[in-house]
T-cell receptor, first 116, second 109 residues
Framework: DVKVTQSSRYLVKRTGEKVFLECVQD?????MFWYRQDPGLGLRLIYF???????EKGDIPEGYSVSREKKERFSLILESASTNQTSMYLC???????????????FGAGSRLTVL | GQNIDQPTEMTATEGAIVQINCTYQ??????LFWYQQHAGEAPTFLSY??LDGLEEKGRFSSFLSRSKGYSYLLLKELQMKDSASYLC??????????WGAGTKLIIKP
């Protein structure tokens, strides 16, 4: 069963701490994404990557960075966590864009981060 | 700005039919997706529409009207396991996904 695995389902951190959220996919997908999901809002894209060592800012990159050293792994880093980063973080992957637009995302189960 | 609207919550009865609407205003259009998300779980892909009309897939169907900026997801013969949030997303002219806030569907016996 193909999947996207997020290593931490629940994390509690303190303001100012550095936080690493890890995501691994076993589908050999080129594209990987980090979203945050907050009540009453649509998914918001933080960063994405189309290839190893490549990254692009999404809609809300401030306060976040990412790392993609290997094709299967995409990490989200909060250099100094703040309370407004309390959220559900979803990682997703998709195959190389076929140009048809029908690029289906496979999501991980999410990492719920609480910053105190 | 770009906007996706869908109802926040809907309630339906087991065995019945429910229609979840999604209206959108985006910069260009390259397709519309529906995803299902059970509480505490990953969103999973349900359907993709890029041309006008109805796409049927078992108990689930999705309809698109590009001229009206409108889609709906139709769920027939509702089962308790259909209780979930349903997310509508539109791919804009830059092939970026714009997401609605999701519709929480509650199924009652």
């Amino acid at each position: 069963d193909v999947k996207v695995t997020q290593s931490s389902r629940y994390l509690v951190k303190r303001t100012g701490e550095k936080v690493f959220l890890e995501c691994v996919q076993d589908m050999d997908h080129e594209n990987m994404f980090w979203y945050r999901q907050d009540p009453g809002l649509g998914l918001r894209l933080i960063y994405f990557s189309y290839d190893v060592k490549m990254k692009e800012k999404g809609d809300i990159p401030e306060g976040y960075s990412v790392s993609r050293e290997k094709k299967e792994r995409f990490s989200l880093i909060l250099e100094s966590a703040s309370t407004n980063q309390t959220s559900m973080y979803l990682c997703a992957s998709s195959p190389e864009d076929s140009g048809s637009g029908a690029n289906v995302l496979t999501f991980g189960a999410g990492s719920r981060l609480t910053v105190l | 700005g770009q906007n996706i609207d869908q109802p926040t919550e809907m309630t339906a009865t087991e065995g019945a039919i429910v229609q979840i609407n999604c209206t959108y205003q985006t910069s260009g259009f390259n397709g519309l997706f529906w995803y299902q998300q059970h509480a505490g779980e990953a969103p999973t892909f349900l359907s993709y529409n890029v041309l006008d009309g109805l796409e049927e897939k078992g108990r689930f169907s999705s309809f698109l009207s590009r001229s009206k900026g409108y889609s709906y997801l139709l769920l027939k013969e509702l089962q308790m396991k259909d209780s979930a949030s349903y997310l509508c997303a539109v791919m804009d002219s830059n092939y970026q996904l714009i997401w609605g806030a999701g519709t929480k569907l509650i199924i009652k016996p």
